[in-house]
Structure formats: structure tokens, C-alpha cells
């Protein structure tokens, strides 16, 4: 669909007529191959007549082929092009730059592979996003030269194992830096502690190592971190953190082992404890070994909490759900121990629970097992100990319940048959007695069904060959 779109300049001196900018459109029209004829009608376009002069290519998802059309350069006002999700390839046009009055260039998901050096030139370059192309040389320094930049987007590229350039902290415009999956390697620079209008911080999926920089504590706007899987190792101890605006923090699958510091990250975990803003948290896949403070969530409004894999050890803390917006909580494959706390009965907000492969124990509290829009209970590898509780039939959202390999007694409830979502419920190993309970031929959705080692007795209920989705039964 054509969206080249003509604006009228209010001044005269700046008009240039269609005579003059529309034999460039025949020529671009011609540059590409362009299967779904999106731009059949362009020609309609410069043949009417009209005062104004092209201020804004927009030709995102039109499924046009071939090289970058340097030709575009020739509209004296073009500030903004978008080329977003085409098959625009080979190298981008050294001459690219004459475009000097562009503000925004969105060549996202396309075929390019090479950054030309003048791309360091453009005097008013506001908005870069060469996400998911095939670029394959390295970030150039150069990019550090484009002081008006405000978002810069290079995710998803092949580049050559390279570093950050370290230039890339002169930007101090930048509110977007996005290098998820561009084959970094090194470590984070210093300087980019000196971006502090940066709002989006993404560096994941590389292969970075080594501590993060002191200096990143300076990055006091920063609402988003995302540095997971990377090889970032090392804590670093510096003054109560800056990191006020921060709600999202992702540096799951590192190499921090140890003790968490207490500062980490650039976060104290005393400032996290009473960060009014951070909501999610996500550590999963390191190494980290310590007892969580108690206070995690008093202040802060956490909707994703995820420390899986790692050996943390202690009491589940007690105010993950003080501010009631906990979604998720991970905590599997840790060191957890003791009783679930009698606080998160309260948390209805819950969705995920993952709690398996700790060593926590007690009884499950009843409410616990009647979270309403809980969809996902995973408490198997503990040691729980106790029933079901019957309050089981409040959790009305239930698809996944995964019980197996506890301590848990007496019978499997009756008003499991309440639970009509339920697809996996396992609960093998433990130490479960009593027939099963009729109720469970009502679980028309299940589709496995595990009971094995477990101390049940009396028939076996000849309708359950007749669950229809039932795949996995081992009794
Ligand atoms: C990319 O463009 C094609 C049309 O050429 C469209 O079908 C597809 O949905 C677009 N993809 C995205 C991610 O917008
Ligand atoms: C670029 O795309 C055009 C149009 O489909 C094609 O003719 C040309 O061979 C492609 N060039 C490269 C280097 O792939
Ligand atoms: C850096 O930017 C300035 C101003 O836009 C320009 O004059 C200069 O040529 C650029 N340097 C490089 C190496 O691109
Ligand atoms: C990048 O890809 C192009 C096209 O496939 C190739 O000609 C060039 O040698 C590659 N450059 C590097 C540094 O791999
Ligand atoms: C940009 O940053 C580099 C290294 O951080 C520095 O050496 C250089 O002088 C800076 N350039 C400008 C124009 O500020
Ligand atoms: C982690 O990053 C590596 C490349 O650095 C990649 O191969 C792997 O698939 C990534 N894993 C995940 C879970 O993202
Ligand atoms: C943070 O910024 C201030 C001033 O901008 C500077 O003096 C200080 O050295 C920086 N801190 C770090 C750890 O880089
Ligand atoms: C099965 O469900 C029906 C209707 O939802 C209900 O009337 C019946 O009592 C249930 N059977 C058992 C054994 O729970």
C-alpha cells in the first residue's frame, strides 16, 4: 500500500515544484522490484498538481526488493524514511548522508550488510533503527559522532564478534540504546555510564563479560535493563544507588556466582528493597548464593520475581505481594527452605508459581492452593507435608498442577473435579491414600495424568479410558 505522503511548506523559498522532484520518483519507483505493485500509483501522485514537496517516505511492509534508493537523498526536505520489513539489500549507499535534514531512518527487517562510514555525518539524525538485518562488519565508532541520536537500534544483527565502541558515550541525547543479539564481546564501557537521558538499556543475548561499570550507577533516567544472557560476572560496591527510575531488571543467564554483594548491579539490594518503581526483577540462571532480604517488595510494585537456578537459601521472603501485584514467582531449583509464607495466601494476583526442586516444607497453607487466577502451580520437589486442602476448588484458573515428589498425605480431594481447566496434574510420589476420587472423570481437558508412587487404593474408575484428551496416565 503506497504511503508516500506529500506535505504543503508554508515556506515559499523551500517549495520545489513536482517538475523537479517528480522524475526522482520514477526513477526510485524503477529501483525496485516490487511484486504487489504497492507503488503502481505513485505516478498519479506527481502528475497532480500540487505546491508541496516529499517531507516523508513511509514504505514499511510493502514487499519491495533491491538496494537502498539513494535517489531519496534528492528530496531537499525529507526527514523521515521508513523502509520497515522489506527486502531492501546489499550495502548502504555511502551518499546516504546527504540526506542531511533526516531526523528518523527505520531500515528495520531487511537484507543490508554493510554501515557506511558517513553515517557518521548526519547533522540531524534523530531515530536509527537497523534491527534484523544481515550486517555483518562491526558497530562502527563512528556512530558516536551522530550527537543528535536519540534512539539507536542495531538488535538482531550478524555483526563480527566486536566490542561497543566506546565513542557510543558520547550520545548524551540517547534515550534508546537496543544491541540485543549483535555478537558483542569485551566489556561494557565506562562511558556509556554518560548517557543519562538513557531510558532502555538493552544489551542481551551477547557475549559480554566482566563487571558491569560503576559508572552505569550514574544512569539515573534508566527505567529498563536488560543484560541477560551475557557472561557478566562480578559485583561491584558503590554508594546507595541512583537507579531511581528503574522497573525492569533482566540479568538472568550470567556468571554472577557468589554472594549477591550487597550492592549489585548497581542496585543495593537495599535499594531494591525500597525501590518505589521496580516491578520486574529477573536473576534466573546464575550463580548467586545468599539469604533474600525480608523486606524484598515492601515498597516495590513487583509483577515478575525470578530467581530461579541459582542457590539461594533461606525463607521464601515474606513481601513479594506487600504492594499486591505479583504475577510471577520463580523460585525453582534453589535452596529455599521452611514454610511457604502465610502472606502470599493473600497474593490473588498470582499467575505463575514456581516453587520446585527446593527444600521448602510444612503444609502448602489452605488458601495457598485456592489462588483464583493462579494457572500455573508448580510446588513438586519439596518437602510438603499435609493435604490438598478441599480450598483447592477456588482455584478456577488451575491448567498446571505440578505436586509430585513431596510428602503430601490423606486423599486427593473431591472438588478437584471443580478444576475444568486443568490439563497436567501430577502428583507421583508422595504419599497419597484413599480411592481416587470420582470427580477427576470430570477433568475433560486432562491430558496427563500422573498418580504413580503413591499410596492409593480401590478401583480404578473404568471411565478414566474415556477422557478424551488423555495421553499421559501412569497410575
Ligand atoms: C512484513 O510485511 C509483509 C508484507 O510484505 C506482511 O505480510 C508481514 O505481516 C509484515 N511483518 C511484520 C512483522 O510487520
Ligand atoms: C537485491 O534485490 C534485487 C531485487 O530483488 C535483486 O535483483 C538483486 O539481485 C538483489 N541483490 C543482492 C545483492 O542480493
Ligand atoms: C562528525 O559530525 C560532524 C558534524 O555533524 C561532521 O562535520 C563530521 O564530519 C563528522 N565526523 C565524522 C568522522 O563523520
Ligand atoms: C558480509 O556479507 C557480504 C555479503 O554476503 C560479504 O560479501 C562480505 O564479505 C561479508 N563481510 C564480512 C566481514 O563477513
Ligand atoms: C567521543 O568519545 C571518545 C571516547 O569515549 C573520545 O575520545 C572522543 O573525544 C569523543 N568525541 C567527541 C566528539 O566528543
Ligand atoms: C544465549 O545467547 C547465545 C549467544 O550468545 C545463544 O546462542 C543462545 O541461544 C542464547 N540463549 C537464550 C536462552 O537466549
Ligand atoms: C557520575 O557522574 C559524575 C558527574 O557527571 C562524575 O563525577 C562521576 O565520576 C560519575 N560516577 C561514576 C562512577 O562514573
Ligand atoms: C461433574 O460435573 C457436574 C457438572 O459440572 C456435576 O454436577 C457433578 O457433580 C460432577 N461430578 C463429580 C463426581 O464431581
Not at 82 to 94: A, D, K, Q, T
Request: hydrophobic content about 40%; aromatic content about 8%; proline content about 7%.
Amino acid at each position: 500500500m503506497l504511503q508516500l505522503l506529500w506535505f504543503l511548506l508554508i515556506s515559499p523559498q523551500l517549495v520545489l515544484s513536482p517538475n523537479q522532484e517528480g522524475p526522482f520518483l520514477q526513477q526510485i519507483k524503477h529501483s525496485f522490484d516490487d511484486p504487489d505493485g504497492a507503488l503502481s500509483n505513485w505516478n498519479n501522485r506527481y502528475d497532480n498538481p500540487f505546491t508541496g514537496s516529499v517531507y516523508l517516505v513511509d514504505l514499511s511492509n510493502t514487499n519491495i526488493a533491491g538496494p537502498f534508493p539513494t535517489l531519496l537523498c534528492n528530496f531537499q526536505n525529507l526527514f523521515f524514511i521508513s523502509l520497515f520489513n522489506n527486502s531492501i539489500n546489499s550495502s548502504l549507499p555511502e551518499e546516504i548522508s546527504i540526506c542531511v535534514n533526516l531526523q528518523h531512518l527505520n531500515l528495520a527487517q531487511n537484507l543490508l550488510v554493510d554501515i557506511p562510514m558517513s553515517f557518521g555525518r548526519f547533522p540531524k539524525l534523530d531515530v536509527l533503527s537497523l534491527v534484523g538485518n544481515l550486517f555483518n562488519g562491526t558497530i562502527p565508532s563512528l556512530l558516536g559522532n551522530i550527537s543528535t541520536l536519540k534512539q539507536l537500534k542495531l538488535s538482531y544483527n550478524p555483526f563480527t564478534p566486536n566490542q561497543i565502541p566506546p565513542e557510543l558515550g558520547n550520545l548524551t541525547h540517547l534515550k534508546v540504546l537496543s544491541f540485543t543479539q549483535c555478537n558483542l564481546v569485551g566489556q561494557i564501557p565506562d562511558s556509556l555510564g554518560m548517557l543519562q537521558s538513557l531510558l532502555d538499556f538493552g544489551l542481551a543475548i551477547n557475549n559480554l563479560h566482566g563487571p558491569i561499570p560503576k559508572s552505569i550507577t550514574n544512569l539515573s533516567s534508566v527505567v529498563q535493563i536488560e543484560f541477560f544472557n551475557n557472561s557478566l560476572s562480578g559485583g561491584f560496591s558503590v554508594g546507595i544507588s541512583n537507579l531511581k527510575a528503574l522497573r525492569r531488571l533482566d540479568a538472568s543467564m550470567n556468571d554472577w556466582n557468589g554472594m549477591i554483594p550487597d550492592e549489585f548491579c548497581g542496585l543495593s539490594l537495599e535499594y531494591i528493597v525500597k525501590s518505589p518503581n521496580l516491578y520486574v526483577m529477573r536473576l534466573f540462571q546464575n550463580r548467586l548464593t545468599r539469604e533474600l532480604p525480608k523486606e524484598l517488595g515492601v515498597n516495590s510494585p513487583l509483577e515478575s520475581f525470578d530467581v530461579s537456578k541459582n542457590q539461594f537459601f533461606g525463607n521464601v521472603p515474606t513481601n513479594l505481594c506487600a504492594k499486591g501485584s505479583l504475577q510471577e514467582l520463580y523460585l525453582i531449583s534453589n535452596l529455599f527452605t521452611r514454610l511457604i509464607p502465610e502472606s502470599l495466601c493473600y497474593c490473588s494476583s498470582l499467575i505463575m508459581v514456581g516453587m520446585m526442586g527446593n527444600q521448602l516444607s510444612g503444609e502448602v497453607p489452605p488458601a495457598f492452593w485456592g489462588l483464583p487466577h493462579v494457572y500455573q502451580l508448580a510446588l513438586a520437589g519439596n518437602l510438603f507435608s499435609g493435604e490438598i486442602s478441599t480450598m483447592i476448588q477456588g482455584a478456577s484458573s488451575l491448567y498446571v498442577l505440578l505436586i509430585s515428589e513431596n510428602r503430601l498425605i490423606e486423599n486427593i480431594p473431591d472438588e478437584i473435579g471443580l478444576l475444568e481447566n486443568l490439563v497436567e496434574f501430577s502428583a507421583s510420589n508422595n504419599q497419597l491414600t484413599r480411592p481416587l476420587p470420582a470427580s477427576l472423570m470430570n477433568l475433560t481437558r486432562l491430558t496427563m495424568l500422573n498418580l504413580a508412587s503413591n499410596e492409593l487404593y480401590g478401583k480404578i474408575p473404568a471411565e478414566i479410558g474415556s477422557l478424551p484428551m488423555l495421553s499421559y496416565l501412569d497410575l
